[in-house]
């Protein structure tokens, strides 16, 4: 740039302008001390970002990041992209995204495991709802402990593998009444199902199907014009 003709003064007022994201952030958080000269600044800046393969982020740091058990999504999120900035070899998108669901706390990422995402950004955009969803106490952020996963009504567990569900011994004038299927309740979502359904399907979350053939033989209330969004 000095060989534009610029003088100390000129360098260090257009320095800041060529910043954008974290540079930027970088710059403003640098002590008026440490850049009184162009000299000093240009020390800093290398200082902070002359990666080279001793000082970069690896692949294997990033896959051993995790979500700090009281820290919010969106700093995670920042905290995250501070890494990759660091990196000189960088993951895929798709294994960025699967890395970066894994580093999420148990709370976060269980609602969105299995789930194919777009991209990235979809990805990022479900997880502020998810943390949306939780802090306005529509979703659980309660993750099931290893004591009572798995069991029903009354203490009795399910098996699972080797386990031997425990036998329960039950009445005989109870044996020939028949099952009653429990009433299942279901969280307020504060909207009308259809705005939830599109917002799901916005977000990545779901996917519509694609519409099945009618039966070879038409039910008598067959409509061909009529369908329902949610089946």
Not at 4 to 17: C, I, S
Not at 37 to 45: C, G, I, P
Not at 63 to 87: H, P, Y
Request: glycine fraction near 6%.
């Amino acid at each position: 740039m000095r060989a534009l003709g610029l003088d100390e003064a000129q360098l260090l007022t257009l320095f800041p302008l060529s910043l954008s994201g974290m540079a930027q952030r970088w710059y403003a958080s640098l002590e008026t001390s440490r850049r009184r000269t162009w000299e000093d600044l240009a020390q800093e800046f290398l200082r902070q970002y002359s990666f080279n393969g001793d000082t970069s982020v690896t692949r294997r740091e990033l896959e051993f990041l995790r979500q700090g058990s009281n820290e919010s999504v969106s700093s995670f999120i920042s905290r995250w992209r501070e890494k990759v900035a660091e990196m000189i070899e960088r993951p895929t998108e798709r294994d960025q995204m699967s890395m970066f669901l894994r580093s999420f706390h148990p709370r976060f990422a269980r609602h969105l495991t299995g789930v194919p995402f777009r991209d990235f950004r979809s990805l990022v955009q479900a997880l502020i709802d998810v943390d949306d969803s939780i802090s306005r106490g529509l979703w659980s952020d309660i993750i099931p402990s290893s004591d009572t996963e798995g069991k029903g009504v009354g203490g009795s567990s399910e098996s699972y593998g080797d386990i031997q569900r425990p036998q329960t011994s039950i009445p005989r004038h109870e044996q020939s009444r028949p099952h009653r299927r429990r009433q299942r309740t279901y969280s307020d979502l504060g909207m009308p199902l259809d705005r939830a359904f599109e917002r799901l399907i916005a977000t990545g979350l779901l996917a519509p199907l694609a519409p099945r053939p009618p039966p070879s033989t038409l039910p008598p209330r067959f409509r061909a014009h009529e369908f329902c969004a949610f089946h």
